[in-house]
């Protein structure tokens, strides 16, 4: 008989149930990543807005461009004499910049793979270089702590801003419909608004609180996101550029961010080797992903065709969404099924079922003494046993066990009927101790009911420090009424406020582009005369 009695469970925490949710269930259909190996780290990536299966790697001296399907290098462009940094796509796709460490900015032409501009003027390295929203301009971000605006056409400087930032400025973003906005991120962790149609053209100065790695906007522009320390910012710039929330789901600093599902989720990579994915509406981690070394760039494919990761050893990972109807899938299934049928047809065909199945007996845990008198029915003994005072210090969780047994045997009541003054006066400071924590807050409740049950009959025999206990009692039920009421109230003024903000009928308004099959842009003088000098 004892062998078959259970010991109670006395559960210090509550573990969290694993719920699957559409985005678990969408972003585990990520395949095994596929690794390529460079030989430095990998500092940004970016997908072609043309060709999504085309994307493109800067690391050390080279800008490659990869095809997602075959793994292989489809253009190489090793016209950097210094590390390059930062190498991104025009919004057709057919122009590519990128910056490098001797503080020049190269445009090229990603068919054929020459040097159309030369964009001289930085003292110090470029990191970052990204086109506005109409094509013509390019804004490059600079070790020099300044920020240039170039004109494409006549490789002429448009503006320059030399005193947003007091240290290196590695991050930017440009607005995605207004050409003439753009922000700026830098190592002293302002993060600068600029509008280059009014006569001051820094807007704006907000303090992220630390380093600024990685800036970008939503698609509709109203927002836009800072990543630096372990934090995420989000500002809301039609109202004043207000912080609107900050994230922390990074125990590393934050690298790199990106926009995947058209602009409903956010990617934020970090040194902790994770990779977290936010619902866009609620700011909330849907989904994580982890990989063998720290994500210091990140780009995620249109259609979230796949995700692409570079990290700080030069280990590249790639993960494609896997789609059920393509072919090679369909290969792997019929071949597992064939080997799942082979080891079936093999297996010795035996249909004599056994008797009796006779289980190695496990020893389990020792009952505890309070075990030992539940098993016995001796409720009294086993509540007196926990109800030591070094027990009801260290150990409140077995304590509340045997409550919550004795609950279920409805047998509590008969275990505190005709107990001692001094008895009764402990528990019930127990429960008032304990009723606000949340794990042991209903188990309580209903403890505390029952000692108004036990008090019903015999409320004016006992002394009066029994009676101020439960006047004490009473009071903590009545804060603990007010505050869950104080909790609503505030829940249904936040899902007022949100339900106001949030228009679920807006359209995200994409920039379009018109291609015109004009003039072929030609290398600048500047450009052609450019060269390599190879030591």
Known sequence: MQSSFIPLSARRFQQRAQVETPDTLYWDRLAKPELLKEHNTIDYVDFSPSDPENFVLTCSVRVQ???????????????????????????????????????????????????????????????????TADKLQLASFGDDKAVRLWDVANEKVVQTYGDAHTD??????????????????????????????????????????????????????????????????????????????????????????????????????????????????????????????????MAVASGDQAVVAGMVDGLVSIRRMIVDSKPSHLKKIRADRERNMYKASTRPKDTQQPDHIIKDRVKGPGLKNY?????????????????????????????????TDLLHRRCLYKALIDRP???????????????????????????????????????????????????????????EVKLTTDLMQLKGAIDMLI??????????HKSTYVDTKGQKMQPSSAAEKYVVMVE
Not at 196 to 215: I, K, N
Not at 251 to 271: A, I, M
Not at 380 to 403: G, S, T, Y
């Open 168 to 297: 290196y400025i590695r991050a930017g973003a440009m607005h995605p419909q207004a050409a003439h906005m753009f922000v700026s991120g830098g190592y002293d962790g302002k993060i600068s608004l600029y509008d280059t149609r009014a006569q001051t053209a820094v807007q704006r100065t907000l303090d992220h609180g630390a380093p600024v790695e990685s800036m970008l906007f939503l698609p509709n522009g109203s927002i836009f996101i800072s990543a630096g320390g372990s934090q995420v910012r989000v500002w809301d710039l039609i109202s004043g550029c207000r912080l609107l929330t900050m994230m922390s789901q990074h125990h590393k600093t934050v690298t790199c961010l990106r926009l995947g599902s058209d602009g409903r989720r956010l990617f934020s990579g970090g040194l902790d080797r994770h990779v977290k994915i936010y619902d866009v509406s609620t700011y909330k981690t849907v989904h994580t992903l982890t990989y063998p070394n720290a994500v210091v760039s």
């Open 65 to 131: 461009i990869y095809n997602l399907v075959t793994k292989l290098v489809v253009k190489n462009l090793s016209r950097f004499q210094k590390t390059a940094y930062g190498a991104t796509f025009r919004q057709d796709g057919r122009l590519l910049a990128a910056g490098d460490e001797e503080g020049h900015v190269k445009l090229f032409d990603t068919t054929s793979r020459n040097i159309l501009r030369l964009f001289k003027g930085h003292t110090a390295p470029v990191h970052r270089t990204f086109f």
């Open 371 to 403: 075990d030992v008198q539940l098993r016995r029915f001796n409720h009294k003994k086993a509540l007196d046993d926990v109800m030591a005072v070094r027990k009801m210090e260290k150990h409140p969780e077995a304590v509340v066990a045997v409550i």
């Open 499 to 508: 339900g106001v903000s949030m228009d679920n009928g807006e359209v995200v």
């Open 421 to 479: 003054e001094k008895v009764l006066v402990r528990f019930i400071n127990f429960v008032i101790n304990h009723l606000g924590e949340i794990r042991f807050m209903r188990p309580l409740l209903m403890a505390a009911s029952t000692i108004l049950d036990v008090f019903e009959r015999q409320l004016v025999t006992y002394s009066q420090n029994l009676m101020q206990v439960l006047e004490r009692l009473a009071h903590v039920m009545q804060r």
